[in-house]
């Protein structure tokens, strides 16, 4: 049956749900039929159906998306985007890493991996109401997948579009630390720019999104960075008590700000 996607049934997880998301909104003008049961091997053999976390087989040629059988394998949402050339537009996401590793690893060597004792404190409830209604009757949830997996990589568009943004933006030393300047009002990107960079920028400065002034941001909560050391300057308009983030004014020079970077530094 042309358009048919077979997935494994019983409990339904992540990896196989988001899989045919991807793949439902990289075909927009197709209907397919989803069915959770086990595929036949006639149905593994034939190139129009797709196969997702289950058959125990990896080929794509044949559009059978499993990773059981292979722990270097990617779980099934990475190996169907690979398929469909999405999979460079995740590199940069945390969460698509995460999610990945937790589905072919599992929690407690993730726990081990994040330093924790458990990774429970990050569990979903609405993760798993919506797996279920998945796992009772993929239909029901079909226009909403489709949804789903469009604004996921549309999302991921637009940020690999920022973190190239960012890595065009100017940078300064103050102290013997980096100072990424964005004229944007939007900080998406810069996060993961700076993880990408061979010395990790301190503080990010761009517009501020609620008012005519910046935003001086310090990285990774750096708490040689303080900027309620500056919250008294006649410049600067509130400095959050934590220390890590503080807005100015109006758009003083930049060199002005600096200074106040330089001043926030320990």
């Known amino acids: 049956m042309k358009n048919l996607i077979i997935t494994h049934p019983g409990s339904a997880h992540f990896d196989e749900f988001f899989a045919l998301c991807l793949i439902l909104a990289s075909h927009p003008d197709t209907d397919f039929r989803i069915e959770r049961r086990d595929p036949s091997e006639a149905e593994l053999a034939n190139p129009d159906i797709w196969v997702v976390d ?6 794509p040629d044949l559009r059978n998306f499993d990773h059981h059988q292979d722990l270097n394998l990617g779980a099934s949402f990475v190996l169907v985007a690979k398929y469909l050339k ?3 537009l995740f590199e940069n996401i945390h969460w698509w890493q995460y999610k990945d590793r937790l589905d072919r690893f599992g929690p407690y060597a993730m726990a081990k991996e994040y330093g924790a004792s458990s990774i429970e404190q990050a569990h979903s409830p609405f993760e798993d109401w919506f797996l279920l209604l998945f796992e009772e009757s993929p239909i029901t949830v079909y226009h909403i997948m489709k949804m789903f997996g469009r604004y996921v ?4 568009e637009k940020l690999n579009e920022k973190i190239k943004f960012w890595a ?4 300064y030393r103050v102290k013997d630390r980096i100072v990424l300047v964005g004229e944007t009002d939007e900080s998406t990107g ?3 720019f700076r993880d990408s960079m061979p010395e990790p920028a301190s503080v990010s400065v761009r517009f501020d999104s609620r008012g005519p002034g910046w935003t001086l941001y310090r990285f990774n909560d750096l708490t040689e960075i303080n900027f309620t050391r500056v919250e008294s300057h006649p410049d600067i308009l ?7 983030i503080a807005k100015t004014k109006t758009r003083i020079p930049l060199e002005e700000v600096l200074k106040l970077i330089e001043m926030s530094i320990e």
Do not use: M, V
């Open 190 to 192: 810069s996060q993961e």
């Open 86 to 88: 999405l999979d460079t």
């Open 168 to 171: 065009g933006a100017q940078q």
């Open 153 to 156: 990589i549309d999302e991921a």
């Open 238 to 244: 509130f400095a959050h008590k934590g220390g890590f």
């Open 54 to 59: 289950i058959g125990g087989r990896h080929e």
